[in-house]
């Protein structure tokens, strides 16, 4: 193995505006077009930096509450204020050692982990 190519959550059906107003609009990531064979399957892929993240679309759909993506980021406490502004979720937890780190959940209440290593002096 040699990296993480992608992380896929499921989301229900007919969720894609939601999906690219939160992952696009409040997180900052680029949609990715999906290839022309996944298109008709809808969902939605999106991109920051190594980042990469498929919301795939599922009929029976029940989100991840506990399985995760754990995403680091710089400036923690920007992105969970502008997480709260727009109504979502943020619950702070300081029990992994050298990180600064807060749960979400997306517009369809998939469970997200941010984290950024806190700086040494």
Excluded at 46 to 54: E, P, T
Excluded at 77 to 82: E, F, G, S, V
Excluded at 101 to 117: A, C, T
Aim: hydrophobic share 40%; with cysteine.
């Amino acid at each position: 193995m040699s990296s993480l190519d992608h992380v896929q959550l499921a989301a229900p059906p007919g969720s894609e505006d939601a999906l690219r107003t939160y992952y696009a609009d409040t997180l900052g990531m680029t949609e990715i077009p999906k290839p022309p064979a996944l298109a008709p399957r809808g969902g939605c892929w999106f991109a920051a930096g190594s980042v990469v993240l498929h919301l795939g679309i599922e009929e029976d759909f029940r989100p991840a509450r506990k399985a995760h993506p754990g995403i680091r980021v710089h400036g923690i406490d920007d992105l969970a204020a502008r997480l709260a502004e727009s109504g979502a979720p943020v619950t702070w937890d300081a029990d992994l050692p050298g990180h600064r780190r807060f749960y979400s959940q997306d517009p369809v209440g998939n469970r997200l982990e941010f984290l950024e290593p806190e700086v040494r002096e």
